[in-house]
């Protein structure tokens, strides 16, 4: 139970500042281990 809040939680996370790291190229790695993560689950 606490795997799937935690994931959850990561992914809200996520969600909500990908448009900040859209606009940060240093950010990029994070949003595309995101995108690798989303597509694995």
């Known amino acids: ?9 990561y992914l809200t996370l996520v ?6 790291a859209e606009q940060h190229p240093n950010i990029g790695h994070f949003t595309k281990l995101y995108r690798n993560q989303a597509k694995a689950i």
């Open 15 to 20: 969600h909500n500042f990908y448009p900040y």
């Open 1 to 9: 139970i606490r795997a799937t809040y935690v994931v959850q939680t």
